[in-house]
Structure formats: structure tokens, C-alpha cells
């Protein structure tokens, strides 16, 4: 819904109004009985201007701004009621926009009506009309407006010749047309005439790209992928291709031809570069088509034969692995691992994908191994040393976890977090003693931190140290103000 009435409220006509004679003067509800209020030379300006142009909707809002800095609402509204009443097309149109701000759609359609009643309003006017129709889901009354613009519109295209930026509004009426006759149930109506107006405009590939969107959002697919399908043909630029090729494949996928949308995904790995986001994208996709189905054995034979058919597409290959890992088969994804870890040594994301895979197959010794050669080359490296200390604890050797997460806390920029985590690790690897030690440490380091005196006063009162925990929350008390003393209660 929002989508057309924001279409409707954008669209902007060079289309020429009858001028009426204009007053500065209006009536103020403040100003009590025959009271004026005379509106600046900027405001009347806008005002005229809008005689001109009703359609300008940023022109409207400079001048209800203008107006507003010394009236009031409703003296705006008495104002452009009068002139209304009194004038011609383009006073009814601007009384109607203002109507349609304040949700009043039934009565701008009245007043519409009685500016078409009048002639001379042109275009604009029956486009006015069908955007408060469209307010009021009347989309047959809409639509019939729109097609008298579209008349409107042709017959000056015809008699003034191709003016500057004409076709592209009558481009946008036309749009406006197709998703009106789809909210009116009529699919069939809107495909004919999506496919008029591609015909109509032949080259404009932007205008195909659009209506395949609008297409598939109305759920009419089909003549969506026709249209795809021409818009792909027709692109010359190897990347556009590629990118209008998966959109193909995309909507084969939701239209659940799966064997063509696999086939179309495979044409797009084709035209897509080595490690780019795209090759990425097309992977991603297909996958989704065997997750649709939880097919995920189909989904390893299929990534199989691709990493075959591209032996250079390591990203083919590691989503393989990870497929591999999520259904417990490690020795393949090992394999895998360790062929990628030929071409790649350095590469820090694929060790730490391989070091995830051992711990979670239990082949701890070849985990330490692995990391232990990763700290050797980084050993700067806190999250490395951090990846250690749960290795180790694994292992049930708690030297090393110890040692692990004393580098840790030394190679992390010392802060009350850094310090609230390390004595929370030393607990969760079942440390007590010197997990108390290093909240007490806490509390000594950063002793006007709330953060540090409530997880530490919480850990040293579920250990039933009851005495400790309550010296630590005493002790910060008189550091805290009134919203700092409120978090210490709701803690406790």
C-alpha cells in the first residue's frame, strides 16, 4: 500500500492551470471576528507559485510552513476552504492535498470531483483524484482515473512532441496503473499491461528490472521469468549478465523448477569471477535450493561434483567442509581441510575453521598441534591464547589453561571488562580459588566501577562468602549517585 501511494505523492507534471486572483489576507482564529492575518512576501510567493504548479508538493510544504510561523492550522484550512470555493482547478487541488494530509480522503474526492466538473485541470488532476481514490482501496474509480491522465498525457506528448522528462512521467503513471490493477484483483489485466508498457519502452532496461520486482511481490512469477529471461538475452555487460542470469535462477528456485534453477546458478558461476562476493552469493543460493528440501546429502553430491568442475573456487570447497562438519563427517572434511591448507597456510580464517572442526571431532592432540603453530607465528595474538585455554581444558591440563588466560589478560587492553572476564574464565575452568583472588583484584583496580562490584559481590555470594560480597557492594555505595544506587538494589 505504501508502496503506490508514495509513487502517487512523488510524481511531478509541467501541465498549466488557470491563475486565480490571489489575496495575502486570511482569517485568524485568534484574531476574533474579522481579525487578518497578512502573510509574508516569501509565503504569498509560494502561494502564487502553487497556482502554477498544485502539484508541487515541496512548494506546499513551504508555504504551510510560512503560513504556520503566523497562523494557525485552522486558519490555513479556512483559507484554502474559501479559496476553494471561490476559484478554480488549482485551489480545489491544493484544498484536496491538504484534506488528504489530515486523512480526510472522502471529502478531497469531493472536492476533486467538483475541479473536474470545471475542465482544465488537465492530467494532473484525475491523478490527484486517484491517489485519494487509492486511499480509500477504491482501485476501479483509481485506475480510471489514471487511464483519462495517460490520455491526457499522450494527446500533449502528441501535440508538443517529445518534451524533456514527459515520457518519463508518463512512464510513472503507468506504473502507478499496474500495481492499482493488482490490488484490484485483476492479475491478468496487470500483466497485459506491464507488458504493454515494456513494449512501449523497449530499451529501458531499468523499467524491466522494476516491473520483474513488482511482478514477483504480486506473486505473478511466471510473467516475471519471461521478462527475466528477455532482460538477461539482451545484456551486453558480462557482470549485468551475470547478475540478471542468477535473478533468473532465483525465480526459477521460488517457482520450485529446482533442476533449472540449479542449471541457471551453474551458467552464473561461469560468468562470475574467483572469490568475488557474486561467486559467494551463487554458492549461497544453491544451497538454499537443498535446505528448502533438507536434502543435505543431495546438497554434498552437488557441491562435489562442483568443486570437480572448479578445482579453483576455494570458497566451493571450504562451504563443502562446513557441510561435511554439520553432519559429523570429519574424515572428509579433514581431508578437505588439509588440501586447502596447502594452497592457503597463512590463511588465519581457514586454520581457525580447521581448529573449530578438530575440537568438535575430538582430535584434540591434532587441535593443539595446530594452534600451538598458529601462536607461534602470532603470538601477540590474545584470541589465539584464549582458543588455547579451552583447548587445554579439554585436555585436563590446567597449567596451561592457567598460563593461557594469564597471556590472555596481558595481551588485552587492561579494562574492567578484561578483568571481569578473565576472573569469569578462571571459574568457568573450574579455578575457584583463583577466581576469587582475581575479583577481589578487580575490585582493588577499578574501585569506582558499579560493573565490577556487582558481578564481584554476586560471585563471592553464591560461593557464600555473604561477608565479602556485602564489604564489596558497602564499599562502592558512596561513589554512586542516585541511578547508580537504583542498578546496586535491583542486583542485590
Known sequence: MKKFITLLTSISFFVLFSLMGYTQVAQDENAGVGGEVVLDKKSARYHRLLLKRPESRSLFERFQTGWLAQGSEKSLEDFLRGRSVKGGVADKQLYAYFLLQKGKEQEAVKVLTEGVKLGGGGAQLFLDRARAYGRLLDFG??????????????????????????EGVLLTVNKLKGLFLTREGKADEAVAHWKGLVKRFPKDQELMEDVIDILMADSLAPAALELAVRLRDMT??????????LRV???????????KALKTYVETLDLSGVGSWLEREIVGQVELVYKREENVNGLIVEFTELVKRYP???????????VLVGVERYDEAKKIYQGLLKKSPLDDELRGAYFGMLRDS????????????????????????????????DLKVGKDVLSDLSNYK???KASAVT?????????????????IDAYFGAVRAYPGSLDVAISAGQFLYGKGRKGDAVRVWKGIEPALDRDGLIRLLDAL
Open 410 to 412: 596481558r595481551l588485552v
Open 312 to 322: 579453483q573456487r576455494v570458497h566451493l570447497e571450504r562451504r563443502l567442509a562446513e
Open 362 to 393: 575430538r582430535d584434540l592432540h591434532a587441535a593443539r598441534q595446530l594452534i600451538d603453530g598458529m601462536i607461534k607465528l602470532k603470538p601477540e595474538d590474545a584470541a589465539l591464547h584464549l582458543r588455547r585455554a579451552g583447548l587445554s581444558h
Open 249 to 259: 535462477g532465483d525465480i526459477l528456485s521460488r517457482q520450485g523448477e529446482r533442476d
Open 141 to 166: 474509480r483509481a485506475v480510471a482515473d489514471l487511464d483519462r491522465a495517460v490520455a491526457d498525457l499522450d494527446r500533449a506528448l502528441v501535440l508538443a512532441g517529445k518534451e524533456e522528462g514527459a
Open 236 to 245: 551486453k555487460d558480462p557482470y549485468r549478465r551475470a547478475l540478471r542470469t
Open 419 to 435: 578483568a571481569l572476564r578473565h576472573a569469569s574464565l578462571l571459574s568457568k575452568y573450574g579455578f575457584e580459588k583463583e577466581s
